[in-house]
C-alpha cells in the first residue's frame, strides 16, 4: 500500500535557523506531491505543491522544496525560519491520474520556532 | 475567494448518540472528503464522495457513514458515537481535476464522553 513518512515528528529551531523537513513515499508511479501546514488554531492551508517539471518547487512566505524522483523524497526547505513559522507541517501524495484526488498524508511535524 | 464551512468548531456528546456532521463548500467542486485528526497519526481518510450521492469508503469507515444529497454538502454521521471517536474533523473539497488542491475547513472538535 502506498504510503508517506515524515521522519521528524517534532523539530524546534531558533529564529534564523535553517529548516529541512523529510518526506518519502512508497509509490512507484507518478505522484503529485503536497506540503500543507496548519498554524496555531487555524485551519489547514497549502504551503505548496509539485506536478511536473522543475522538481525545485517555490511556496508561500519563502518555502520551499524539491522533489528527487530517484530517492522517493520531497524534503521542504526555509533558509531562516520565523516565530511565525511555528505550525504543524504535513506532506501529502496524490496518485497521479486519480480524478477522486484522494491525498495520502504524513504524520506530521510539529515545528517550534523559538524567539 | 475558497471557502469550506463546518458547522460546529466545538461539540461534546454522549456515548451512543447520533452525531452529524455537516460540511459545506463554495467551490462548486465535485469531490468532498472527510478526515479524522489525531496527535501523531496525521490525517486519516474517512470516506470520500467524487459526486452527489456518491461516496466511498477511506481508510477508517468503521463506525462512521456520510451522506452527499446536494453537490455543496457532505455530511458525515457517528451511528452511535463512542469515546475513541473523541477527535478533530476536517472536511475537505477538491475538483475533479486530477492533483487539484484540497481545500480544508476549520475542523470540528468533537468530544464524546
Known amino acids: 500500500a502506498q504510503s508517506v513518512s515524515q521522519h521528524n515528528h517534532h523539530v524546534i529551531l531558533s529564529e534564523a535557523a535553517s529548516l529541512e523537513l523529510g518526506c518519502n513515499y512508497s509509490?512507484?508511479?507518478?505522484?503529485?506531491l503536497f506540503w500543507y501546514v496548519q498554524y496555531p488554531g487555524q485551519h489547514l492551508q497549502l504551503l505548496l505543491k509539485y506536478f511536473s517539471g522543475d522538481p525545485l518547487v517555490k511556496g508561500i512566505k519563502g518555502f520551499e522544496a524539491e522533489f528527487i524522483k530517484s530517492k522517493f523524497s520531497f524534503n521542504l526547505r526555509k533558509p531562516s525560519v520565523q516565530w511565525s513559522d511555528t505550525a504543524e507541517y504535513f506532506c501529502a501524495v496524490n496518485l497521479y491520474g486519480g480524478a477522486t484526488n484522494k491525498l495520502i498524508f504524513g504524520t506530521g511535524t510539529l515545528l517550534a520556532v523559538q524567539p | 475567494d475558497v471557502k469550506v464551512t463546518q458547522s460546529s468548531r466545538y461539540l461534546v456528546k454522549r456515548t451512543g448518540e447520533k452525531v452529524f456532521l455537516e460540511c459545506v463548500q463554495d467551490?462548486?467542486?465535485?469531490?468532498m472528503f472527510w478526515y479524522r485528526q489525531d496527535p501523531g497519526l496525521g490525517l486519516r481518510l474517512i470516506y470520500f464522495s467524487y459526486d452527489v450521492k456518491m461516496k466511498e469508503k477511506g481508510d477508517i469507515p468503521e463506525g462512521y457513514s456520510v451522506s452527499r444529497e446536494k453537490k455543496e454538502r457532505f455530511s458525515l454521521i457517528l451511528e452511535s458515537a463512542s469515546t475513541n471517536q473523541t477527535s478533530m474533523y476536517l472536511c475537505a473539497s477538491s475538483s475533479r481535476t486530477s492533483g487539484d488542491t484540497q481545500y480544508f475547513g476549520p475542523g470540528t472538535r468533537l468530544t464524546v464522553l
Open positions: 467551490m462548486d467542486h465535485e469531490n
Open positions: 509509490y512507484g508511479g507518478t505522484v503529485n
